[in-house]
Nanobody
Framework: VQLQASGGGLVQAGGSLRLSCVVS????????IGWFRQAPGKEREGVSC????????YYADSVKGRFAISRSIAENTVYLQMNVLKPEDTALYYC????????????????????WGQGTQVTVSS
């Protein structure tokens, strides 16, 4: 199993970025995929996730209304559209795959995910 995250970069506050997570070795419709981030000196936190069925989505309160998760089954890729970015969104962003507990839900902690990508850096300047 491999997850390849990309799309990070340097952007001004208020700007947008679209992260991509290309997954190989497993099919998205059997696993939940999550986006996490970790800022220097802070713990890794969950940002968003999508269920194996694709109809269950979760967003952390800090990004609700600004971020949107989606996926392409054909491309086996999960996206994270990030709008109205803030300096506090600056972090290394990871995508991860987790076993399905419920096809309609994706909630879980870091330890519920068994495969991780290498991370892509997002830096938001003020």
């Amino acid at each position: 199993v491999q997850l390849q995250a990309s799309g990070g970069g340097l952007v001004q506050a208020g700007g947008s970025l679209r992260l991509s997570c290309v997954v190989s070795g497993l099919r998205l419709n059997y696993y939940r995929i999550g986006w996490f981030r970790q800022a220097p000196g802070k713990e890794r936190e969950g940002v968003s996730c999508i269920s194996s069925r694709g109809d269950g989505k979760y967003y952390a309160d800090s990004v609700k209304g600004r971020f949107a998760i989606s996926r392409s089954i054909a491309e086996n890729t999960v996206y994270l559209q990030m709008n109205v970015l803030k300096p506090e969104d600056t972090a290394l962003y990871y995508c991860a795959a987790g076993d399905t507990v419920s096809v309609h839900s994706c909630r879980g902690s870091v330890t519920d995910y068994f495969a991780w990508g290498q991370g892509t850096q997002v830096t938001v300047s003020s």
